[in-house]
């Protein structure tokens, strides 16, 4: 599998958790769990590295920290998650929301 389809399979299988477990990007209460934390810290530097390896195949860009990148996908899903919960888009439409903003951003 390409670096490219990668990064686009791990944004969709992201919406996928986060609508089954989005309490556990938000309960601190859960960082109390060693096990869980060093387990949370592990998949996050797996997902950090696919970023630095897609910026430096230029997939993505390369003036940004590879954990900022990491950031704005978090805060993309958690805008999903708030608009699904809110009625203000479409289940069907996230993964097309996501991907575009994503890659494209918000600019014209």
């Not at 599998?1 to 309960?27: A, C």
């Not at 195949?57 to 978090?74: E, F, K, M, T």
Request: proline share 3%; glycine share 8%.
């Amino acid at each position: 599998m390409t670096l490219e389809k990668t990064l686009h399979t791990l944004l969709l299988r992201h919406i996928e958790v986060t609508e089954e477990h989005s309490f556990v990007f938000t309960e601190h209460l859960i960082a109390t769990d060693p096990g869980l934390v060093r387990r949370s810290d592990e998949l996050e530097e797996r997902e950090i590295a696919l970023f630095a390896a897609c910026q430096e195949a230029g997939i993505l860009r390369a003036d940004l920290p590879a954990r900022w990148i990491s950031g704005v996908v978090y805060g993309l899903l958690m805008a999903g998650r708030e608009g699904l919960r809110r009625g203000d888009i479409a289940r069907r439409e996230l993964p097309r929301l996501l991907s575009e903003t994503f890659f494209r951003g918000m600019s014209r």
